[in-house]
């Protein structure tokens, strides 16, 4: 179920955002008196799942989610019809059309998903405020796991700042190492100020979705695993754990750190249960699990930072959030190209873009999610690629520059070069996200 509400949420934000999209360039060329063919949600090689005509204009839903388009008659897309080409110009086509007119025409799309996403963001910080976990309320620290450990950080190292400036969402610490290619990161360790020297490859590590630390938090129990050797030994719901023997074992990557080395071991915890002291013997397994969730609801041990907006202020800060996120994502971009980086090798398609959905329908994730998405739209077809709007407008923009219009042959050239090179992407993206999934 959950894979299918994980699917259900992205087919919904992808058919919202392709409709809007093209619904940018079909509204700029009916106001330039501009035919429009087509239009349609998902692609329709050989056969259209749903159809009808309105006016001169064709509407429909084909069977392949990867896109959709609008053909606008007298333009080379990709629907590669070159029989139309051969005609005389018409008034109402886009061929005819002054540059201008047909430059505003392509960025439509574009400009469409890009105040989508503004608005999106303004709605959400209206109506569920912002909510973060502020650096200074991590009280406990940092767990590490062994990518920390090598750069340096140890458990309980509380963080101050980024290359000496404080981050004070401290979920936005990683993302900073990442965007901002961070050279540092100063903690408090024992009291003492620690300056942490991150080695040039920590990009690569991180964007590769190697943990570097995440929030420590006490081991409490939540609830068990069917077969649990903790429930027959006597742990109870709500159990905080104090020692391992004499061991003190407080913190829950600390308990797991001290367990592994007793694997096949008789052991004495002590627990806190509702103020008592209780020891519970219990024999280890082999494979050093006693088969307990952890109560994992950060909100139990840390006061979050909730900001509401009135209605004139999500305005403004709504258009800030859509503007940070994208620039944001424009560095991640350039870090597919990065040699030390190497983001070229996390590109993920389909199924990366929907794993990033909950597993429950949650509408603020889902109209953040969008919004997001909708950035990343509007950014990748603004790329100067022939079979992209952005290649489009290249031409354009050369055509106004100059003077001199490109021929319809190499118009059409550039057309099949442009799709060749989407079709690779495409392929390669989804290929890593299937070697992904084999490689769990």
Do not use: C
């Not at 027959?232 to 754990?241: E, I, Y």
């Not at 391992?244 to 829950?252: D, K, L, W, Y």
């Amino acid at each position: 179920m959950e894979v299918l509400i994980k699917i259900g949420q992205f087919l919904l934000s992808l058919s919202i955002l392709i409709i809007l999209h093209e619904f940018g360039h079909f509204f700029f060329a009916k106001i330039f008196k501009t035919r429009v063919e087509k239009f349609y949600l998902f692609f329709n090689p050989w056969f259209s799942l749903f159809k009808f005509k309105k006016g001169e204009t064709e509407y429909g839903i084909g069977w392949l989610p990867l896109g959709g388009y609008v053909k606008i008659a007298g333009m080379i897309d990709e629907s590669m019809d070159m029989e139309q080409m051969k005609q005389p110009p018409q008034p109402y086509e886009f061929r005819s059309k002054p540059s201008w007119q047909r430059l505003l025409i392509m960025l439509g799309g574009v400009l469409v998903n890009f105040i989508l996403a503004l608005a999106i963001y303004i709605g959400v910080l209206y109506a569920w405020g912002d909510e973060y976990l502020p650096t200074q309320e991590v009280k406990y620290g940092i767990a590490v796991d062994s990518l920390g450990y090598q750069v340096g950080f140890r458990s309980g190292d509380k963080i101050l700042s980024v290359d000496n400036k404080p981050v004070e969402n401290f979920f936005k610490i990683i993302p900073t190492i990442v965007l901002e290619e961070a050279k540092s990161v100063q903690v408090l360790r024992d009291s003492q100020l620690v300056n942490i020297y991150l080695p040039e490859n920590i990009t690569h590590s991180l964007i590769r979705k190697q943990e570097l630390f995440t929030v420590r938090i006490p081991f409490i129990v939540a609830k068990f695993t069917d077969e649990s050797v903790a429930r027959q030994a006597g742990f109870q719901v709500g159990d905080r754990m104090l020692k391992i023997n004499e061991e003190e074992a407080v913190f829950f990557d600390q308990f797991r750190s001290i367990l592994m080395k007793h694997k096949g071991d008789s052991i004495t915890v002590t627990v806190d249960r509702k103020g008592q002291l209780v020891k519970i013997p219990v024999k280890v397994p082999e494979t050093g699990l006693l088969g307990i969730y952890p109560e994992g609801d950060l909100s139990k041990f840390f006061a979050f930072r909730h900001v509401e907006y009135g209605f004139f202020e999500s305005i403004p800060a709504g258009i800030t959030r859509g503007l940070n996120t994208l620039g944001s994502y424009v560095k991640q971009f350039k870090l597919v190209f990065s040699p030390t980086a190497k983001g070229y090798e996390s590109l993920g398609g389909f199924i990366t873009m929907g794993s990033i959905f909950p597993g429950t329908w949650d509408w603020q994730a889902f109209w953040s999610l969008t919004a997001f998405l909708s950035l990343i739209l509007a950014f990748m077809n603004i790329l100067p690629i022939p079979a992209l709007d952005g290649g489009h407008i290249m031409f354009l923009l050369y055509e106004m520059i100059t003077g001199r219009k490109p021929s319809d042959k190499f118009l059409e050239r550039a057309q099949m070069v442009g799709l060749v090179i989407l079709f690779a992407l495409l392929i390669y993206a989804n290929l890593n996200d299937i070697f992904r999934l084999f490689a769990r």
